[in-house]
Structures are given as C-alpha cells and as structure tokens.
C-alpha cells in the first residue's frame, strides 16, 4: 500500500520556522511534498498570480520528502502542486505551521487559510494551522503536535466534500486539550495608523484590534484559546446564506 501524500504550504515563506517544523513533525505519515512561497505572503487569502508567470525552484529532495520554493502566493502553490508538480493529487493539504493567529475573522484575510480553502476546492482534506504568535523565532512544540494528531484522524477518517478545517493553537507552554469550535463573531476595528514618510507625505501602517461581538461564547474559537485550549473549527467553501435565501426571494418579489 502507497503510503499518504501530503502536501504542506504557508504563507510566511518555504525558509519559515514554521512550516520547517511542521515538516519535521509529520514526515513519518506519508511522502511529504512541499510547495511554499519563496517569502513571506501573508494576508494574501486567495489572491492568484494571473499578469505573470510563476517559478518553481526545487531546493530539497531526498527519501520521502521533496522542497519546492515558489514566486507566487499561497494558492498558486496549491494549484501549481496539484497540476504540474506532484505525480498525483494528494491525500491531504496541510498549510502552516502559521506566525500568528487565524482564528475569527482572520479566516478571511489570511494566506494559510486561502490554501487550506484551495485543497479544498480541489476535494483533498485539508488543514489549516496556527500559532497565535507573531514572533520569528517560536516553541511550535505544541502546534506540531496538536496539528499532527488532527492530521493523523483527518488521513483516517478524511473530510465532508467542501470542508475543511482550521486550527489554531495558543501560545502557552502546554495547552490543555483541543476543542471543536465556531468561528468568533467580530471586527478589526481602527486598522491604521497615520504617519508620515521622509518626505512629509501622509502613509497609514496597517494596525488595529479585533473587537469581539461574543467574547462569552463558550464555543467560540477566541473563547478557547484564551483559555488555554487549540481551537478546531470546520470550514466550507460553499459561502451561500441558506438562512437568508427565502427572505430574499420575497423580498425580490415584492
């Protein structure tokens, strides 16, 4: 029997602590491909490169595992992989292991999660993974292992056909189990900060805080990891407001 193929992306570039050490965790359950942006492409969501073309630069090969670097974001190394890269598609996307949160509304910003949504799309289960750390250089010790055993159940039993799944992990020396959650409702508020450049004229860095709309909802992904646990919440493509059809059928007939 084949043993699984998993291909792992990210965002934060194919020389990232995170995605090395996600590697390095999960080597042991398939053949390991790896297609990752030759640098940091993070916020990218499902941006696709299509006024240039891309490269593809082989860095790494040896027994089970194979390293691509890639000049475009996050998405087109999903496509690129399952298209011209890799002998067949693969039995599992794993995308991470991300420098920072993912979690409530981050899902739509983000580049691991817009490739986690791209295997998706392609009907291969797959993953997104987090740490809720900004810094460069991490403890992924828990991340690693909690992203391995969701990885490990996922390969067995895999995924409803456009599902996947988010995971993000608090940065805390032992978190204190995983729990299945609902995405937090909420915002990022007051995302800029007004400066000015050498020459006097008036830029705006990117800032802000998530203002939480249901910061006591047990449930919830936020709620979760502030208390110590690794939030795991199933996502779908299929964006449709089935709640909100009806309503707008009268509405369009009236």
């Not at 941006?47 to 860095?59: G, K, Q």
Request: charged letters at 20%.
């Amino acid at each position: 029997m084949n043993k699984p193929l998993i291909l792992i992306t990210n965002d934060d570039g194919v020389q990232a602590q995170g995605i090395n050490a996600l590697i390095d965790g999960v080597r042991s359950l398939g053949e390991i491909v790896v297609v990752a942006p030759s640098g940091p492409r993070s916020g990218m969501s499902s941006a696709i490169t299509s006024e240039n073309p891309i490269r593809a630069e082989l860095l790494r090969q040896e027994d089970g595992l194979t390293v691509y670097s890639c000049t475009g974001t996050p998405v087109d190394c999903v496509k690129l992989a399952i298209n011209e890269l890799l002998y067949r598609k693969p039995d599992l996307v794993l995308s991470g292991i991300n420098h920072g949160s993912n979690a409530a509304v981050c899902v739509i910003y983000s580049g691991t999660i817009g490739a986690t949504l791209e295997g998706c799309i392609w009907g291969v289960p797959s993953i997104g993974i987090s740490l809720t750390d900004h810094e460069l250089s991490n403890d992924f010790s828990e991340s690693v292992k909690y992203g391995r055993l969701v990885a490990e159940k996922i390969l067995q039993t895999g995924l409803p056909k456009g599902t996947c799944l988010n995971l993000n992990v608090p940065k805390v020396k032992e978190v204190k189990g995983l729990k299945v959650c609902t995405q937090t409702k909420g915002f990022w508020d007051k995302e800029f900060e007004r400066a000015k450049d050498p020459f006097g004229r008036t830029v705006y860095w990117m800032t802000g805080f998530f203002s939480n709309d249901e910061p006591d909802n047990e449930q919830s992904d936020e709620y979760a990891l502030a208390h110590g646990y690794a939030a795991l919440v199933p996502l779908q493509i299929d964006m449709t407001s089935y709640g909100f059809l009806e309503e707008l059928n009268q509405i369009i007939r009236n």
